[in-house]
């Protein structure tokens, strides 16, 4: 490995180790769903508007921060995301009423989603070329997990060994937070020394905005993202899922909930990468039949017999769907390079791209967490999961369109470098 290889990828895992900490204090449901229910008096229905309170400011500020990615330095707004969201978490440990809470997530959003998110994607994708960005997204995604899995097991443990109520519940949020502050400040230092990317002039960066908007291929990669997250949005009910119909003990919720969001991006995020870039030898074409190959698993979520003695099938089957989803979470950035997006508006594209991808943050928390409240029981879980796979099958036909956009692109920059020599 070449000195310049060694410094890609010291750089790599200097951004993995932000990535994988600043969404735990808005993704705090993931590891503690059901203490905060318990703790902070939320529904279903509330933490699901708290969720889309915070995706609806980032999706309204994705655009704003791939201009800023754009415009400023990526070694500035990266620590500066992290940094931020720790001080509110300090906050959070307070537990402000519901009112103030809905503040809080909407500033998570502006720190996270609009400040840090687009930076880091372009840097990381600054860091490979065209035939990396599999890989390059893949292992991202498979980092952010090793990190999330290490943070997210190390605050359940102080929330257990703070004694598993309101006092452990507000330490893990405590925990969460100077976790986030120690990690913007190491940022700032450790890429104090690395070759910054240029940075746009203002009139450029936001012709840059005009001109990404124009490209077709931008549109089809975020619709493509929109269909894998809004799926991804339903993981989380996998947690209660298992607690109400298959009588999970307590003490084992918050684990399961940590390897169902954190750990599988581990395996899944470079399993993705690999595939899409190795065996599909196309991001697009392997999203495309991944979509497929949930609807049998889901299949199985809903036929599986309920109850106590069935939990160890229960929990099979759902962290396999749970596997695919993050394989496809790994890559699904990916395909911007295999449409056509030009370097100098990276920043511009993925703010456009993650203002539609991530949208159904906005909705689909309340949607689904709104079922589940007007159908308690296994009822509501059949209507959400029964959602989630026509989801699935919508997802096959868009990333088929995706893929041909792909091929087409392909045949005409072939067929312009064959004309060029």
Not at 159 to 172: H, N, P, Y
Request: aromatic share 14%; proline share 4%; with cysteine.
């Amino acid at each position: 490995m070449t000195a310049q290889d060694k410094a890609k990828w010291f750089r790599f895992l200097i951004l993995i180790l932000g990535g994988g900490t600043i969404y735990k204090l808005a993704s705090l449901k993931d590891a503690f769903y059901v203490p905060i229910q318990q703790y902070m008096g939320l529904s279903h229905t509330q933490i699901g508007t708290l969720l889309s309170a915070n995706a609806i400011i980032a999706t309204a500020l994705f655009v704003v921060g791939g201009y800023l990615a754009d415009r400023f330095d990526t070694r500035k707004l990266i620590p500066l995301g992290l940094i931020g969201t720790g001080c509110l978490g300090l906050y959070l440990a307070t537990f402000p009423g519901f009112n103030k809470l809905l503040i809080v997530f909407c500033l998570l959003a502006v720190c996270a989603d609009c400040i840090y998110w687009p930076a880091l994607l372009k840097a990381v994708r600054n860091l490979g070329d065209d035939n990396e960005q599999g890989r390059m997204f893949g292992f991202l995604e498979g980092g952010r997990g090793v990190i999330d899995t290490l943070v997210a097991f190390s605050a359940l443990g102080v929330f257990v060994a703070m004694g598993s109520g309101e006092a452990g519940l507000k330490s893990a949020i405590l925990f969460y937070s100077v976790i986030d502050i120690l990690a913007g400040i190491l940022t700032w230092f450790l890429l104090r020394d690395s070759k910054a990317a240029p940075v746009a002039k203002q009139e450029s960066a936001m012709s840059g905005l005009l001109e990404a908007i124009r490209v077709p291929g931008i549109w089809l990669v975020s619709l493509n993202v929109f269909m894998v997250y809004i799926v991804y949005c339903g993981l989380t009910y996998f947690i209660p899922y298992l607690k109400d119909i298959y009588e999970l003990p307590i003490a084992l919720v918050g684990a399961y909930g940590i390897i169902n969001q954190y750990f599988l991006k581990i395996l899944g995020g470079p399993a993705g990468g690999f595939m899409a870039d190795k065996h599909f030898k196309s991001p697009s074409r392997y999203l495309k039949w991944a979509f497929l190959a949930l609807l049998p698993i889901m299949a199985v979520i809903l036929l599986i017999p309920k109850g106590e003695s069935f939990i160890y099938v229960g929990m099979a089957a759902t962290l396999s769907f749970a596997l695919i989803v993050f394989t496809m979470r790994g890559v699904f950035w990916a395909p911007m390079s295999e449409v056509g997006i030009p370097q100098h508006i990276t920043g511009s594209a993925f703010g456009i791209g993650c203002l539609i991808g991530y949208a159904p943050g906005m909705f689909a928390y309340v949607i689904y967490g709104s079922i589940l409240d007007h159908f308690p029981g296994q009822q509501g879980y059949n209507y959400v999961f029964s959602l989630m796979s026509v989801l699935a099958v919508i997802g096959f036909m868009v990333s088929s369109l995706l893929y041909r956009a792909v091929v087409k692109n392909t045949a005409v920059t072939q067929g312009s470098a064959l004309a060029q020599a």
